[in-house]
């Protein structure tokens, strides 16, 4: 079974930086694409970005373009998100998710979440 890790989030001020890390195990990482989810408290969950182990194709929610990017260090088996200009709306609970080759597939896995909380 595929198994994740987040990692990274904290505190920071609005405009500030974070990266958040996704680290898998016990999985070929060419066979899953990795998404990031957040919630935040009232809302539903939502899909933030993703990257595609089959061809590279990257996904980000028009809410985080331009401030967030995506990447993936085959080698160490982790996905990043790099979230830059943080705004207060940011705030939430951040899951990393295995999902079967393509992020229009279903979500295999789960990881557990990290908080991001974005100061005004």
């Known amino acids: 079974d595929v198994q994740l890790q987040a990692s990274g989030g904290g505190l920071v001020q609005a405009g500030g930086s974070l990266r958040l890390s996704c680290a898998a195990s016990?999985?070929?990482?060419?066979?899953?694409?990795i998404g990031w989810f957040r919630q935040a408290p009232g809302k539903d969950r939502e899909g933030v970005s993703c990257?595609?182990?089959?061809?590279?194709?990257?996904y980000y929610a028009d809410s985080v373009k331009g401030r967030f990017t995506i990447s993936s260090d085959n080698v160490k088996n982790t996905v990043y998100l790099q979230m830059n200009s943080l705004k207060p709306e940011d705030t939430a609970v951040y899951f990393c998710?295995?999902?079967?080759?393509?992020?229009?597939?279903?979500?295999?896995?789960w990881g557990q979440g990290t908080q991001v909380t974005v100061s005004s």
């Open positions: 990257i595609s182990g089959s061809d590279g194709s990257t």
């Open positions: 998710a295995a999902k079967m080759r393509d992020c229009g597939q279903r979500v295999l896995s």
């Open positions: 016990r999985f070929s990482f060419d066979d899953y694409a």
